[in-house]
């Protein structure tokens, strides 16, 4: 990875689980935990949560936005928005329909290129160094 990669890691969540979509009426989707400061989702206004809650062992951030929809592609299952969101490409436009307060929004948002981060260059030194057990088994 480096030069030419989208911009793929602005928002964090995971999918709504089937309880609190009963237990609170919240549509199936992708549920916003947090959202990368300065990112295109960023740009379009998208809100993380605010108010963590456990459900069994597992903490959720509730209050943000849910994405419900990517490019046409409904949000209902992990596999979906995974297959969506590596399918993007640098210069992508990508609409999103989003769930907020019990109204669904939209917005549209071209993807730039990632930006260049200080521990790209260690990684991709890391990455070409040959192993050791290589060295060692010639």
């Known amino acids: 990875r480096g030069l030419g990669d989208v911009y793929k890691r602005q928002v964090y969540g995971r999918p709504v689980p089937a309880i609190m979509q009963f237990a609170l009426g919240l549509p199936p989707g992708l549920l916003v935990e947090t959202i990368e400061p300065d990112s295109p989702a960023d740009s379009i ?3 993380g ?3 963590p809650v456990m459900i069994g062992v597992e903490e959720y951030l509730l209050g943000g936005d849910i994405i419900i929809e990517v490019n046409g592609t ?6 979906e928005i995974l297959k969506t969101v590596r399918s993007f490409s640098v210069g992508d436009d990508v609409t999103m329909k989003f769930w ?3 109204s669904r929004h ?3 948002v071209t993807l730039p290129e990632r930006p260049v981060l200080a521990g790209d ?3 991709f030194r890391e990455r070409r160094r040959p192993s050791r057990s290589y060295l060692y088994s010639q």
């Open 121 to 123: 260059s260690l990684r």
């Open 74 to 79: 409904p949000f209902y299952h992990l596999d």
């Open 106 to 108: 939209e917005a549209t």
């Open 45 to 47: 206004g998208l809100r």
């Open 100 to 102: 907020r307060e019990g």
């Open 49 to 51: 949560g605010t108010l």
